[in-house]
């Protein structure tokens, strides 16, 4: 389910979806672009009824949108639901063409009009600040700012997959060289700091407790 349907009763939709898989059409479902209430709803309407339930959630996730951790990933480690990452270089963003002296560059996927996040979702000084910290890491790893910005990712909690976009045959070979290897816990440290956001509440405010939220990521 690419997005949440919220003129249909989700009954309707899980119970056509247990169909399909109990009819061996389909082996697994998942969704995508959900909020937290959408897929705990869904999966309390699996649980009630015995039906198939969601075992993945498609969503957005970078180093430069940290969102997915506040309310998405403790409840995917709670009800083991894995994630699938859209835009992990956000639109190219991470993939170390855009700097400070370029912020536009002529072949970025941003300046010809492909982008799925809006300017207005981040900061391009944020994103800059990512990027000097991606750099030394290269240097550190001899591996590329992107193969470093998807490494980081593959290391967080919940996620199961990453959703890979190349413009050139080049770009899709250097992004498959981001797995057999791990950043360090220091460098993941680094990029966690550099990367890190004030969430919005209630998150910030929970983010007090530490001793109670366990599985809280920020």
């Given at each position: 389910?690419?997005?949440?349907?919220?003129?249909?009763?989700?009954?309707?939709?899980?119970?056509?979806?247990?169909d399909?898989?109990?009819?061996?059409?389909?082996?697994?479902?998942?969704?995508?672009?959900?909020?937290?209430?959408?897929?705990?709803?869904?999966l309390?309407?699996?649980?009630?009824?015995?039906?198939?339930?969601?075992?993945?959630?498609?969503?957005?996730?970078?180093?430069?949108?940290?969102?997915?951790?506040?309310?998405?990933?403790?409840?995917?480690?709670?009800?083991?639901?894995?994630?699938?990452?859209?835009?992990?270089?956000?639109?190219g963003?991470?993939?170390?063409?855009?700097?400070?002296?370029?912020?536009?560059?002529?072949?970025?996927?941003?300046?010809?009009?492909?982008?799925p996040?809006?300017?207005?979702?981040?900061?391009?000084?944020?994103?800059?600040?990512?990027?000097?910290?991606?750099?030394?890491?290269?240097?550190?790893?001899g591996?590329?700012?992107?193969?470093?910005?998807?490494?980081?990712?593959?290391?967080?909690?919940?996620?199961?997959?990453?959703?890979?976009?190349?413009?050139?045959?080049?770009?899709?070979?250097?992004?498959?060289?981001?797995?057999?290897?791990?950043?360090?816990?220091?460098?993941?440290?680094?990029?966690?700091?550099v990367?890190?956001?004030?969430?919005?509440?209630?998150?910030?405010?929970?983010?007090?407790?530490?001793?109670?939220?366990?599985?809280?990521?920020?």
């Amino acid at each position: 389910m690419h997005g949440f349907d919220a003129n249909t009763p989700v009954e309707e939709i899980l119970r056509a979806l247990d169909d399909l898989v109990s009819s061996g059409k389909v082996c697994y479902i998942a969704c995508s672009n959900f909020s937290g209430w959408h897929l705990m709803k869904s999966l309390s309407v699996s649980e009630r009824y015995g039906w198939s339930r969601y075992i993945a959630h498609q969503v957005y996730y970078s180093l430069l949108n940290r969102d997915y951790e506040w309310e998405l990933m403790p409840l995917g480690i709670d009800q083991q639901v894995g994630a699938i990452i859209w835009s992990p270089l956000s639109a190219g963003r991470l993939g170390g063409k855009y700097r400070r002296e370029n912020p536009n560059p002529a072949d970025g996927r941003v300046t010809r009009g492909g982008s799925p996040i809006p300017d207005e979702a981040l900061s391009y000084d944020r994103l800059f600040n990512i990027i000097d910290v991606l750099d030394e890491i290269s240097q550190e790893t001899g591996k590329t700012v992107a193969q470093c910005a998807l490494n980081w990712l593959l290391q967080r909690p919940t996620v199961s997959s990453l959703i890979i976009g190349a413009h050139t045959e080049e770009q899709l070979k250097q992004n498959l060289e981001a797995v057999g290897w791990n950043l360090t816990p220091e460098q993941v440290k680094r990029l966690d700091e550099v990367s890190k956001t004030t969430p919005i509440y209630p998150y910030w405010h929970q983010a007090q407790f530490p001793e109670l939220n366990s599985q809280l990521c920020f």
